[in-house]
């Protein structure tokens, strides 16, 4: 995955911390892991989208 990554942006990951830090996100979006913050407690309404 970090390869891939690397193919679209050289450089992306540079220092033994990066690579730790990526490698932890990695491992818990593979595990299952919910890293995405709360969603807000508030709602925008789009008026001018109708849904399908």
């Not at 390869?3 to 990066?18: D, G, I, L, P, Y």
């Not at 490698?23 to 919910?34: F, I, M």
Request: proline share 6%; aromatic share 6%.
């Amino acid at each position: 995955m970090v390869h891939a990554m690397r193919r679209e942006r050289v450089w992306m990951v540079q220092t033994e911390q990066q690579y730790i830090c990526v490698h932890q996100c990695v491992l818990a979006a593979l595990e299952g892991a919910d890293l995405a913050p709360p969603p807000a407690n508030h709602h925008h309404h789009n008026a001018a989208f109708e849904g399908c």
